[in-house]
């Protein structure tokens, strides 16, 4: 009987799928905690998922990567993947908060920013939120005095790195990596930069993996845990 079981199982466990998540840096903690959720009863489910850029994430794709979900940080990406009918139509699901946050001196206003010696953003070119850090800058006409001050990360999660390591005096951060507790930050006024509207698709690859569309419906459903961690929820 126990070589049965033991069959039985072994059965099972290559039967169970795998899904392949390219997710914005952004979303490191808010979906690691509803993949846990999901996992506590769907214990034959493997879920995958690298944190990186939104750009390069969709280069990836584009270049062929085996990808079965993209979560991205914004709508631009998944809907060039759509268009491109390498992806399903894409479907927002959260807005992303932008702050202004420092370990080492407290921060009053926008103004703190022509006090710092260095200043981390994340790359305009790959991470949304970098484009609108680079819109706050400029809606504030700051952009010139600040250009020598700028330190330009490879994704939102290297600017909380540089900050938190205390390499760099201030940098323009996600709201949801964030620790209240030893960190001193602001929200940045939403109407200095276009909303951070982030979407997901489902790509052809996934398409096949019935998986895939359970996993996105749990996390359409999970919107109160993005609102523990700071995002604001669109209306529909």
Request: proline share 5%.
């Given at each position: 009987?126990?070589?049965?079981?033991?069959?039985?199982?072994?059965?099972?466990?290559?039967?169970?799928?795998?899904?392949?998540?390219?997710?914005?840096?952004?979303?490191?903690?808010?979906?690691?905690?509803?993949?846990?959720?999901?996992?506590?009863?769907?214990?034959?489910?493997?879920?995958?998922?690298?944190?990186?850029?939104?750009?390069?994430?969709?280069?990836?794709?584009?270049?062929?990567?085996?990808?079965?979900?993209?979560?991205?940080?914004?709508?631009?990406?998944?809907?060039?993947?759509?268009?491109?009918?390498?992806?399903?139509?894409?479907?927002?699901?959260?807005?992303?908060?932008?702050?202004?946050?420092?370990?080492?001196?407290?921060?009053?206003?926008?103004?703190?920013?022509?006090?710092?010696?260095?200043?981390?953003?994340?790359?305009?070119?790959?991470?949304?939120?970098?484009?609108?850090?680079?819109?706050?800058?400029?809606?504030?006409?700051?952009?010139?005095?600040?250009?020598?001050?700028?330190?330009?990360?490879?994704?939102?999660?290297?600017?909380?790195?540089?900050?938190?390591?205390?390499?760099?005096?201030?940098?323009?951060?996600?709201?949801?990596?964030?620790?209240?507790?030893?960190?001193?930050?602001i929200k940045l006024d939403p109407l200095l930069y276009s909303p951070i509207?982030?979407?997901?698709?489902?790509?052809?690859?996934?398409?096949?993996?019935?998986?895939?569309?359970?996993?996105?419906?749990?996390?359409?459903?999970?919107?109160?845990?993005?609102k523990s961690y700071g995002y604001l929820i669109p209306k529909q």
């Amino acid at each position: 009987m126990r070589f049965i079981f033991l069959f039985f199982t072994l059965l099972l466990s290559l039967k169970a799928e795998t899904l392949h998540i390219l997710a914005a840096a952004n979303l490191s903690k808010v979906l690691e905690t509803i993949k846990q959720e999901y996992i506590k009863n769907h214990k034959n489910a493997h879920i995958s998922i690298s944190y990186l850029a939104s750009g390069k994430a969709y280069a990836q794709i584009k270049n062929g990567a085996k990808v079965d979900i993209f979560i991205s940080a914004d709508t631009f990406y998944p809907q060039k993947l759509y268009e491109a009918k390498l992806a399903s139509k894409p479907i927002i699901y959260a807005q992303g908060v932008l702050v202004l946050f420092s370990k080492i001196n407290k921060i009053d206003s926008p103004n703190d920013l022509l006090e710092a010696k260095n200043i981390a953003l994340p790359s305009p070119d790959l991470a949304p939120y970098g484009r609108a850090a680079k819109e706050v800058i400029q809606k504030l006409g700051l952009y010139e005095a600040l250009k020598p001050s700028l330190r330009i990360a490879t994704s939102i999660s290297q600017v909380h790195q540089w900050v938190d390591t205390k390499n760099c005096d201030l940098g323009f951060g996600t709201l949801s990596l964030i620790d209240p507790k030893n960190t001193f930050f602001i929200k940045l006024d939403p109407l200095l930069y276009s909303p951070i509207n982030q979407a997901l698709t489902i790509t052809k690859e996934g398409e096949k993996k019935p998986l895939s569309q359970e996993f996105i419906n749990f996390i359409l459903a999970s919107m109160d845990i993005f609102k523990s961690y700071g995002y604001l929820i669109p209306k529909q």
